[in-house]
């Protein structure tokens, strides 16, 4: 059963870094890219970038490129996304999602079920 | 960027009524590169439809998805009390950003 696993939600000060991870499992975690979508509370969805973590190729949406930094660790089958200063403006749902096996952009077909991250001073 | 507009925003049915939801691109989305999610309070979005018109695994033939080009539609074609949900498309045509309609929100009337 192909399953992604997110950590737990984060409350944090504006200017703190924080990085969140998404686990793969029951599937070929470095054969599949990982997407990240970001869903600001009543809002709708935003696609942030994705990662292939054979290789770790990674594309970042315009609106999110040097915002964000996407990562993975292969060998512990785990997707990174992570902040170095974060902003009140930040506060939203996270989501992880599984795309394609060799196409960077595609739909997602199996998703992680979301890390709530809040920025408040 | 391809901006995908959904309507309507809000939709009012009862059960075993059909269900019309459009989305509509500023541009021809290459290959019908098109999908559609489903998003219940709470929970992940999940996948309903790829390429505009096949069902992702596991989901009920109530479900089908159309069009190309410019314009999208999925139809629902008996409501479920559990299809009420927020419901968007996507496209994935367009590199490199990949863009998501705004949503049509699928209330009991």
């Known amino acids: 059963e192909v399953q992604l696993v997110q950590s737990g939600a984060e409350v944090k000060k504006p200017g703190e870094s924080l990085k969140i991870s998404c686990k793969g499992s029951?599937?070929?975690?470095?054969?599949?890219?990982i997407g990240w979508v970001r869903q600001m509370p009543g809002k709708g969805l935003e696609w942030m970038g994705i990662?292939?973590?054979?290789?770790?190729?990674?594309r970042y949406s315009p609106s999110f490129q040097g915002q964000v930094t996407i990562s993975a660790d292969k060998s512990i089958s785990t997707a990174y996304l992570q902040w170095s200063s974060l902003k009140a403006s930040d506060t939203a749902m996270y989501y992880c999602?599984?795309?394609?096996?060799?196409?960077?952009?595609?739909?997602?077909?199996?998703w992680g079920q979301g890390t709530l991250v809040t920025v408040s001073s | 960027e391809i901006v995908l507009t959904q309507s309507p925003a809000t939709l009012s049915l009862s059960p075993g009524e059909r269900a019309t939801l459009s989305c509509g691109a500023s541009q021809s989305v290459s290959s019908s590169y098109l999908a559609w999610y489903q998003q219940k309070p709470g929970l992940a979005p999940r996948l309903l439809i790829y390429d505009a018109s096949s069902r992702a695994t596991g989901i009920p033939d109530r479900f089908s998805g159309s069009g190309s080009g410019t314009d999208f539609t999925l139809t629902i074609s008996r409501l479920e009390p559990e299809d009420f949900a927020v419901y968007y498309c996507?496209?994935?045509?367009?590199?490199?950003?990949?863009?998501f309609g705004q949503g049509t929100r699928l209330e009991i009337k």
């Open positions: 996507q496209q994935y045509g367009s590199s490199p950003t990949i863009t």
């Open positions: 990662i292939y973590p054979g290789d770790s190729d990674t």
């Open positions: 999602a599984r795309g394609h096996p060799g196409i960077a952009e595609y739909y997602f077909d199996y």
């Open positions: 029951g599937y070929s975690f470095t054969s599949y890219w």
